[in-house]
Every structure is written in structure tokens, then in C-alpha cells.
Nanobody, 121 residues
């Protein structure tokens, strides 16, 4: 079983930055694909960024955050990060991290409880 705990959310003015963290338990963390998702009120959950470990390593982003958000991971600390710059009010949402045991980023098995990000103009 893997437990994920997000932190780093908060209230920030448009144009500002936040750095989200997701700490994971488990000894096989480095092989998991990790994803950051968000869900705004009244909207469906969407994938924001994912680090895929299957057949190499790659990071993908939804178009709306490309150039503003950067996902990284520190396997020694069992932690993934989401650096969010140039934040916009439309980035307001609950942000979740998730882990995929198979590494492909297709089906996520474990989810954190979420952290609220609110961007005001």
C-alpha cells in the first residue's frame, strides 16, 4: 500500500508562485509513474502533469500549464514536486498527486487527499 500526502497549497495573487510537494511511502516509489491532477469546482478532474517511468523517463503537461509548471521528483526522498509559476485565477483547484504502479501513467492506483490552490486577481 502506498500513501501520498500533498502539501504546499495556499492563497496566492495572480502572477505568483507555489511549489506543491507530494510525499510517498513505499520502497518501490522510483518505479511508479506519478501524476498531478486538479479539480476545480463544477469541473471534471484533469491531469496537469505526469512523470512516466515505463520504457524510459518522460514528463508530460497539459497545454494550459506548459511553460509555467514544472514537475520533478526526488526518489531518494520519495517526493514529487509541482513548481507553479505565473499562476492564473483559472489554476484555482484542489490539486492531487497520484501513483501508477505500472509506470505508464494510464491507471493511477493511489491518490493523495489533495491540497487547495486559490489564485486571486
Amino acid at each position: 500500500q502506498v500513501q501520498l500526502v500533498e502539501s504546499g497549497g495556499g492563497l496566492v495573487q495572480a502572477g505568483g508562485s507555489l511549489n506543491l510537494s507530494c510525499a510517498a511511502s513505499g520502497r518501490t516509489f522510483s518505479s511508479y509513474a506519478m501524476g498531478w491532477f486538479r479539480q476545480a469546482p463544477g469541473k471534471e478532474r484533469e491531469l496537469v502533469a505526469a512523470h512516466i517511468t515505463f520504457s524510459g523517463s518522460s514528463t508530460v503537461y497539459v497545454n494550459s500549464v506548459k511553460g509555467r509548471f514544472t514537475m520533478s521528483r526526488n526518489n531518494a526522498k520519495n517526493t514529487v514536486y509541482l513548481q507553479m509559476n505565473s499562476l492564473k485565477p483559472e489554476d484555482t483547484a484542489i490539486y492531487y498527486c497520484a501513483a501508477d504502479r505500472l509506470g505508464m501513467g494510464h491507471e493511477y492506483d493511489y491518490w493523495g487527499q489533495g491540497t487547495q490552490v486559490t489564485v486571486y486577481s
